[in-house]
């Protein structure tokens, strides 16, 4: 019980890659961060958003005063959608560049931050596209400055040096993994968070769950992603069933913003693999299918082709919400069907046919699982052989 300990009403420093500010009322060190970007002569910003939630949630109000009172010029795209596109990128590029923009400041969850990294990248690198950066046509060392204001509790994307964007005439969604996109600056306010939808809710959160469990057992996992994922699946075990009670109970925003926070850097050390990998094919093929949604169906089966190779770390990170488990490869089913049965626990029973998917579309899936730029090296990590008829029956599976 040592969360009664903290006050949520303190904004907390938290020091990973990126400086956090963590905490109810976190937004308003925006002011701190604003006065730092004038003294580093960042003058000029693009702003990258979706269309509402930046100026619902209040975000923009404080932010926008922040930047008029250090004289920071900024030029705002909110056009950002779910699965973010390289030519929304390269759109939000243009505009960046003919303002010159020297900084980038991201409001949203992971597509705009995700969008924004790929957008301070291409300000360095005025001869290249979101398609050649997707498609890993040269490897950048250098990005302008990232400030990532979080309002979702899901992605971790603000702690971490990943982006993910669709090339949507190819169906790809590659993943890129660069040092330079570490936000300088990261903003986790769950005051801002308490607007976000159930669903928005449910999935936002089962996204963090599964940045562990595929951290804590890839090829590259260490004791610290362990721990991490153990304290992550039991922060969203407990948080989130009150957060669907009472969206406005502000104690279970903040530690699921916390565990959240905690799942990027979990998977910035330890990677990704099958979910992530699989999940990836079905947002490009439909490009407004919900990210944490499609994880969340796909982890069962995942679950269970994973659980002989790693069973004594899964039967420890899963025990808040699988009780019981062996650490021997006779509970596979069990940790499988109980992984399950706690997504059904917070109204999230759906299969892939739910969501317009059929057996028709599993050979076409598996293919871009395997052929998406970056989304082999995923596969490569996975704890047990990713071949394609493993893949094939991971996606038949959760039909």
Request: aromatic share 8%; hydrophobic share 40%; proline share 5%.
């Amino acid at each position: 019980m040592w969360e009664k300990d903290q006050n949520i009403e303190e904004v907390r420093e938290i020091r990973t890659r990126t400086n956090v500010y963590f905490g109810c009322g976190a937004i308003h060190k925006i002011e701190d961060v604003a006065k730092d970007f004038a003294a580093k002569g960042i003058d000029k910003v693009i702003v990258m958003s979706g269309r509402n939630a930046y100026k619902s949630t209040g975000a923009w109000a404080v932010v926008e005063k922040a930047l008029k009172e250090n004289k920071i010029g900024y030029v705002n795209y909110d056009k950002v959608t779910p699965n973010p596109t390289t030519d929304a990128i390269d759109e939000a590029t243009k505009i960046a560049k003919e303002f010159g923009a020297k900084g980038v400041i991201t409001i949203g969850g992971g597509s705009p931050t995700d969008a924004g990294k790929s957008v301070a990248i291409l300000l360095k690198y005025p001869k290249e596209t979101g398609a050649s950066l997707y498609e890993f046509k040269f490897t950048p060392t250098e990005a302008v400055p990232i400030v990532a204001i979080n309002l979702t509790h899901g992605t971790g994307s603000e702690t971490n040096r990943f982006a993910v964007a669709t090339i949507l005439e190819k169906n790809y969604k590659p993943a890129i993994a660069y040092d330079c996109i570490y936000p300088m600056y990261a903003i986790d306010d769950p005051d801002l968070m308490k607007g976000l939808s159930p669903k928005q809710t449910r999935y936002v959160s089962i996204d963090a769950v599964n940045h562990v469990v595929e951290a804590a057992t890839s090829k590259v996992a260490s004791p610290y992603t362990v721990t991490l994922a153990r304290e992550v699946i039991e922060m969203v075990a407990k948080y989130l069933p009150k957060a669907i009670a009472n969206p406005n109970d502000r104690q279970a925003r903040y530690f699921l913003c916390y565990a959240a926070l905690m799942g990027g850097v979990c998977f910035d050390n330890g990677l990704l693999h099958y979910t992530h990998a699989l999940e990836h094919p079905l947002s490009a093929m439909k490009p407004d299918f919900s990210h944490g949604l499609g994880l969340a169906i796909l982890l069962p089966a995942v679950i269970k082709n994973i659980y002989a190779s790693k069973a004594n770390t899964l039967a420890y990170i899963l025990e808040p919400i699988v009780k019981g488990l062996n650490p021997d490869a006779s509970d596979s089913e069990k940790a499988a069907n109980g992984v399950y049965e706690w997504l059904k626990s917070v109204d999230v029973p759906n299969k892939l046919k739910d969501e317009g998917f059929s057996d028709a579309d599993v050979e076409t899936l598996t293919n871009l699982a395997f052929t998406t730029p970056s989304l082999d090296g995923l596969l490569g990590i996975a704890p047990t052989m990713a071949t394609k008829e493993a893949v094939a029956k991971i996606y038949q599976e959760s039909l």
